[in-house]
C-alpha cells in the first residue's frame, strides 16, 4: 500500500512537473501575432551581403551639434561608448568629452577613436570619487559651455531578487546614480539622462501553474511606461533585485527634474546587443557550443547605437529654450513635456525570437557556432536549489567564515529563477518615444531593423575573426559551462 500510494504520488508530481515544463515552451497567440515569421537563411544572407556593401547609417539620424561639454558616465560601456563615439561622429570636440568609468577604454572600435577625450577613474558608490571626477578641471577653451551628463554605468545581476543581498546592487544602482545625480548639479550640468532598463515594468511571471493552465501567468507582457506613472511597486513585484533599484534610480533621477536640471530617463527594450562582449548575441559568437531553454522566447531586442540615439535625441529635446518654438502652444514658458519623464526605445520592424538570432549566428559566422534547446523544468529545478544556497550563506554567513563555504563562481551563479522571470514574452511598446516633442515624446527614430543590427554585428565579428576563424573564448564545458551559456544568453540588460 505504502509503495503505490508513492508510486502514485511520483507519477502526479512528475505529471505536473511535465505540465510546467511544456507550459514554458509554449508561445502565446499575441507573441505569434506580433513575431508571425521566422528569419530564414536566405534572407540573413542577403541582409549580410547589403550591409557589407552599405553599412548601417546612423550619423544621418544624429541631432545638430549642441556645442555643449559632456560627461559619460560609464562611458566604457556597451551604451556609454556608443554615446561616445556618436557626439565625436557629429562633431563635438575631444576636448568637450570626459568619460568616467571603473575601467579603462576598452572597446575595440573606440581605441584612437576617442583619443583626444578625457578619461578619469571612479567608483560611482563612493560619493567623494564621483565629486572628484565631476570636479577635475576642463581645459579653458570650454570650461564655460554649458553641461550635459549620460549617466549609463551599472551593475547588472538580474539573478537575485531577496531584499536581503539588495545591497549588493543598490549600492550601485540605486546610490551611485544619487551620487553622480548630486555630483551633475553641483558641477553645474543643466541637462541629466540617465539609462534605466524596460525590464522595470515587468513583474514576475507565475511558473508554477494548475495543470488545467496552458501557459504561465504573467508569460506576454506589454513592457510600457504606465508603471512611471503609478506608485512605485513593492519589490516583491519586480522581476529581480536589478530591476527595483533601476526604478528607484529611475524615480530619482526624473523627481530632480526643474527648468534649471531637466532631467529623464531611457529604458531600452531588452536585450541590448551591439558587441561581442554583449551577453545576447556576443556570448553566442564567443562560445563553441551553447545550451538555451529561450529559443522559442519572443521579445523586442535593440541594438546599442539605437539606445546612444536615444539619448541625444532626448537631450536635444531637452535643450530646447523655455519658449520651445517645436512646443503646440509656443507662446508658454514651461519646459518639455518629456522633461523628467522615461521612454522606452527599443529597434524597428517586429520583435524577432531567440531563434532567430540563434539561426544568424550559425547561418553567418565565420566561426562555428552550435546550439542545443534544454527542457526549462530541469534547469528551473536546478536555478531554485542554487539561489538557496546562495541565501543560506546569506543568512548564516558563519558558514563562509568557519567551513570556507561559497556561492557558486563565474557565470554558474547566473542561474536563479530570476533570469527565468525576465525571460518571458515580452512586447516593448516605443510609441510614446517615437511622438514628436511637441507631442510629448522625444522624436525617436531608430537606426536599423533587429536583422539589420545582428547581421552587422556578425560582419563585424567576421573581419576581427578572419574566414579561417580563430580561437574564440570558452567558459568551460561540462554542467557548470552549459547552464552557465543558457543562463547568460537571458542577461541582455542595460549595463
Not at 510600457?224 to 519586480?238: G, K
Not at 563562509?400 to 533570469?419: D, K, N, Y
Amino acid at each position: 500500500m505504502f509503495w503505490a500510494v508513492t508510486g502514485a504520488f511520483a507519477f502526479i508530481v512528475l505529471a505536473w512537473l511535465w505540465r510546467i515544463n511544456a507550459a514554458m515552451q509554449s508561445v502565446p497567440e499575441s507573441a505569434r501575432q506580433a513575431s508571425p515569421r521566422r528569419w530564414t537563411e536566405r534572407e540573413l544572407r542577403d541582409t549580410y551581403e547589403r550591409l557589407k556593401q552599405k553599412p548601417l547609417d546612423f550619423v544621418k539620424l544624429l541631432p545638430p551639434r549642441l556645442d555643449r561639454r559632456y560627461v559619460v558616465v560609464g562611458g566604457s560601456g556597451l551604451v556609454g561608448g556608443d554615446i561616445v563615439l556618436q557626439l565625436l561622429q557629429r562633431g563635438e570636440s575631444p576636448e568637450c568629452i570626459r568619460v568616467v568609468d571603473f575601467v579603462p577604454l576598452n572597446r575595440r572600435d573606440m581605441i584612437g577613436k576617442v583619443a583626444g577625450c578625457d578619461f578619469v577613474k571612479a567608483d560611482i558608490s563612493s560619493r567623494s570619487s564621483v565629486d572628484a571626477a565631476f570636479s577635475k578641471p576642463w581645459p579653458e577653451s570650454v570650461v564655460k559651455k554649458p553641461l550635459t551628463v549620460f549617466h549609463t554605468a551599472a551593475a547588472v545581476r538580474p539573478q537575485e531578487r531577496s531584499l536581503l543581498i539588495y545591497h549588493r546592487i543598490s549600492a550601485v544602482n540605486r546610490d551611485g546614480a544619487v551620487n553622480v545625480l548630486k555630483a551633475s548639479r553641483a558641477a553645474g550640468a543643466d541637462i541629466f539622462i540617465a539609462t534605466s532598463s524596460a525590464s522595470v515594468s515587468i513583474v514576475p511571471p507565475k511558473f508554477w501553474i494548475w495543470p488545467w493552465q496552458r501557459t504561465p501567468v504573467n508569460y506576454l507582457q506589454i513592457a510600457n511606461e504606465r508603471d512611471f506613472d503609478a506608485s512605485l511597486r513593492p519589490h516583491d513585484r519586480f522581476f529581480s533585485n536589478y530591476a527595483y533599484s533601476k526604478a528607484e534610480a529611475e524615480r530619482a533621477v526624473c523627481n530632480a527634474n526643474e527648468p534649471t536640471f531637466r532631467t529623464g530617463t531611457i529604458r531600452p527594450g531588452n536585450p541590448i546587443y551591439g558587441q561581442k562582449t554583449d551577453p545576447v548575441l556576443g556570448i553566442v559568437l564567443r562560445m563553441r557550443d551553447n545550451v538555451t531553454w529561450i529559443s522559442h522566447i519572443v521579445q523586442n531586442f535593440v541594438n546599442s547605437r539605437n539606445v546612444a540615439l536615444a539619448h541625444l535625441q532626448f537631450e536635444a529635446a531637452l535643450a530646447l529654450p523655455k519658449g520651445n518654438p517645436n512646443n503646440a502652444n509656443p507662446t508658454t514658458t514651461t519646459m518639455p513635456a518629456c522633461a523628467g519623464r522615461t521612454f522606452n526605445v527599443t529597434d524597428l520592424g517586429p520583435p524577432p525570437s531567440f531563434a532567430d538570432v540563434y539561426c544568424a549566428a550559425q547561418t553567418l559566422s565565420a566561426t562555428p557556432v552550435r546550439v542545443t534547446q534544454q527542457n526549462p523544468i530541469m534547469l528551473f529545478l536546478l536555478a531554485h536549489a542554487i539561489e538557496a544556497w546562495c541565501l543560506l550563506l546569506a543568512r548564516l554567513p558563519f558558514l563562509t567564515a568557519w567551513f570556507g563555504w561559497r556561492e557558486p563562481s563565474g557565470p554558474i551563479h547566473m542561474l536563479q529563477p530570476s533570469v527565468f522571470s525576465v525571460s518571458c514574452h515580452t512586447l516593448v511598446d516605443d510609441s510614446l518615444a517615437r511622438k514628436s516633442v511637441a507631442e510629448g515624446g522625444i522624436g525617436y527614430r531608430g537606426g536599423c531593423t533587429t536583422i539589420e543590427g545582428i547581421c552587422e554585428q556578425i560582419l563585424e565579428w567576421n573581419r576581427e575573426n578572419g574566414k579561417e576563424g580563430k580561437a574564440v573564448e570558452d567558459v568551460g564545458g561540462g554542467v557548470d559551462g552549459t547552464v552557465a551559456k543558457a543562463a547568460l544568453n537571458t542577461a541582455g540588460l542595460a549595463a
